[in-house]
């Protein structure tokens, strides 16, 4: 197993064509030790969002490298990125559940992009993280009737279940409280540990920043700190 | 249910979840298709009365091989052949017997004032094999003079009527002058062809028919001999006979192209044939309309499930799956109405509708794949779920 599991290389990414071309990512340089939790912090616009969708396989590599898990992101071709999103795990600013799926239904998807295969126990597993997330008594809840803070832990479990080797969060404590976010993000990090999953968040809530072991800020695309706690 | 599709889908099915999550959208849905259903079963139904109606009087016949003139449409729409036809037939190896079929319609005034008009047949009552059994047990008492078999369906007939002369009764009535006398009642069942059925002797039909010619019959029927190949029969038949308005079909062939005519040449099969269309279409933009709001209302959760790592199989699973239970759902409520419908219309029009099985599967089939071109389509959306913008 790598010790990097995520590497960039002068990567740079543009937005539109011609004269409204615009550079959002100037020559990111970067390497993410495995097991860790790194929060990435920057003022709106500065492309936290795009660098991170260019580590998740969501956006194709324009310019420079992105190694992930050991596979060069540039020039992949859509059956790779399809792969390799099935060994991420995903946490988006808003849950993104599916409104018609139970909570367990959507957990249960995290499974089946795996492929199916024995019912009872991924239903079991699907039980169990949820109920390591506190959500025990809501499992089988549609997302229309959990809580704000209940619907983002339903999210990350669906995101950890399947043991990804590496979890992506864009604000994930955005449409949160304080108390739920603090709590999303704690329950982020102590699966994350147990598992040695290397994590990355996108944030801009201070009361988080604690408990990350790297800070990397960016501004107008460009890495301008990069701090280990 | 839900249970159900798991089991056979091996995954969770979604596009059930998804389309019963909006109940009412759902509920319109399924109604959209029953109603295609509906308008295809019911133009279905009447050109299959059409059709039942345009071969019926086939079925009071039994021979193996008609002589027709050319120029005629059907059995009961045409024109005459000569007589000779039926000496020079009968001298051909392989013919049993022949007989010629006089056909013409009478005009009867109801006692109500209304009148109809009886399709009337005319045959020799000495050769009761060239007609079924049924009718062949009346035919010697038809050589009487004047007298003939009614259609027990006649239209506006009071039914006292019938069910006197069904049991051993007699009714007489005038027609053009003449005086005929039903001496008892059969069942053909051609509701759209007229407005009722009659059955007589040849004397008895020239008698009613006084332009009509002995020498001039409408068909000439023929049975073959026993272990003879009618086709082969067929052959030596048109080698044998004067060609030039002459046309010689098996009785199942006539009765093919008799169909064949009434639903693709004439305005109402058109229509009837229009009809099914239109279902079929409506059903396509329903389904389609359906298919692909739900896929752009779901745009989200499938850039989430690309996201995950969900390839494109998965999406077009899911879309299909939707398809096939709108088909499934939307079927069941249009057949069942369709079969109360062709009673309600069997009921009051006396026309021979019927569900038949192979009908019933025809458009199921067609349901499912109607459904699935609609949910094609539909994917086209899906290209537009780009996991990039969740962030
Ligand atoms: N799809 C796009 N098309 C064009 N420009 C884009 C697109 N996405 C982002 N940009 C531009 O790229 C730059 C970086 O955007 P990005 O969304 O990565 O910033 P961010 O750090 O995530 O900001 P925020 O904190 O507001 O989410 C911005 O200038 C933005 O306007
Ligand atoms: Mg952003």
Sequence with gaps: MQKSPIKANGLNHYFGSGDARIQAIFDINLEITRGSLTILMGPSGSGKTTLLTLIGCLREIQEGSVTLLGQELFGADEAM???????????????????????????????????????????A?????????GLADRRDYLPGNLSGGQKQRVAVARALVSNPEIVLADEPTAALDKDSGHTVVQMLKSLGQARGTTTVIVTHDPRILEMADRIITLEDGRIVSDTLQ | ???????????????????????????????????????????????????????????????????????????????????????????????????????????????????????????NVAKPAFTNPGIAAHLDRLSLESTALLDEDTRGMPASVIADLQAGGQYSFETGG?????????????????????????????????????????????????????????????????????????????????????????????IFGFGVFMGILVGLVIVYQVLSTDVADHLREY??????????????????????????????????????????????????????ASRAVLVFLGTLTACSLSGAVATRRLANADPADLF
Aim: proline letters at 4%.
């Design chain 2, 178 to 270: 003449n005086t005929l006398t039903a001496i008892g009642t059969m069942k053909v069942g051609g509701g759209f062809l007229a407005d009722g059925m009659m059955m007589m002797s040849d004397q008895t039909f020239l008698r009613v028919f006084p332009k009509r010619s002995s020498g001039a019959p409408n068909h000439i029927l023929i049975r073959t001999d026993d272990g003879v190949s009618v086709t082969s029969v067929i052959s030596r038949l048109e080698a044998a006979l004067p060609a030039g308005n002459l046309r010689i079909q098996t009785m199942a062939g006539s009765a093919q192209s008799d169909k064949a005519y009434m639903s693709t040449e004439r305005p109402t099969g058109i």
């Design chain 2, 1 to 123: 249910m839900s249970r159900l599709l798991t089991f056979l889908f091996g995954r969770l099915p979604i596009g059930w979840l998804q389309l019963t999550h909006s109940r009412g959208r759902f509920v319109a849905a399924v109604a959209g298709v029953a109603f295609a259903n509906l308008l295809v079963f019911m133009q279905l139904g009447i050109m299959g009365a059409l059709n039942t109606s345009t071969v019926a009087p086939y079925a009071m016949l039994n021979a193996d091989i008609i002589l027709s003139s050319e120029d005629g449409n059907t059995l009961t729409d045409g024109g005459h052949i000569p007589r000779v036809r039926m000496f020079q037939a009968l001298g051909v190896a392989g013919v049993r017997d022949a007989t010629p079929l006089f056909i013409g319609n009478l005009p009867f005034t109801l006692e109500d004032g209304t009148s109809v008009s009886l399709l009337s047949f005319g045959l």
């Design chain 1, 81 to 123: 990125f399809v792969s390799l999103r099935r060994r991420l795990g995903f946490i988006f600013q808003a849950h993104n559940l599916h409104e018609s799926l139970t909570a367990t239904q959507n957990v249960l998807m995290g499974l089946q992009v795996h492929g199916t295969g024995d019912a009872a126990r991924q239903r």
């Design chain 1, 125 to 133: 597993a699907a039980h169990h993280i949820l109920g390591l997330l």
């Design chain 2, 303 to 356: 850039a989430t499930f690309k996201a995950m790592g969900f390839g494109q199989p998965f999406f077009l699973g899911i879309v299909f799956e939707e398809a096939i239970i709108l088909a499934v759902f939307g079927f069941i409520p249009g057949f069942l109405v369709s079969v109360g419908l062709y009673n309600a219309l069997v009921a009051v029009t006396g026309l021979p509708v019927a569900m038949e």
